[in-house]
Nanobody
Framework: QVQLVESGGGLVQAGGSLRLSCAAS????????MGWFRQAPGKERAFVAA????????SYADSVKGRFTISRDNAKNTVDLQMNSLKPEDTAVYYC??????????????????WGQGTQVTVSI
């Protein structure tokens, strides 16, 4: 069984930074692609970023490219999302997820099989 627990959310002013962290249980963490998604009020959950099992490849949504950085530490079973230059439109609940396979950098929810409970990020004007 895999458990994912996010932390690091909060309230920040526009232009500020936050770092989200996701702690994963399970011995196979390092074998799978990990991703971050977000869901704003009234909207569908959307892809934010993904990182390959080795950390050597990453993928980002166009809306966060150049501002957000995904990273992982397989020794600690953690995956982080550094968010800089935050905008009010980044306000959402952010979810960590584990991909169903170790191949590629999937961007759709259906390609992820384990999810965290989410952490709220609010960016004020």
């Amino acid at each position: 069984q895999v458990q994912l627990v996010e932390s690091g959310g909060g309230l920040v002013q526009a232009g500020g930074s936050l770092r989200l962290s996701c702690a994963a249980s399970g011995r196979t963490f390092s074998s799978y692609t990990m991703g971050w998604f977000r869901q704003a009020p009234g909207k569908e959950r959307a892809f934010v970023a993904a990182i390959s099992w080795s950390g050597g490849r990453t993928s980002y949504a166009d809306s966060v490219k150049g501002r957000f950085t995904i990273s992982r530490d397989n020794a600690k079973n953690t995956v982080d999302l550094q968010m800089n230059s935050l905008k009010p439109e980044d306000t959402a609940v952010y979810y960590c997820a584990r991909a169903a396979s170790n191949y590629g950098l999937p961007k759709t929810m259906g390609e992820y099989d384990y999810w965290g409970q989410g952490t709220q990020v609010t960016v004020s004007i």
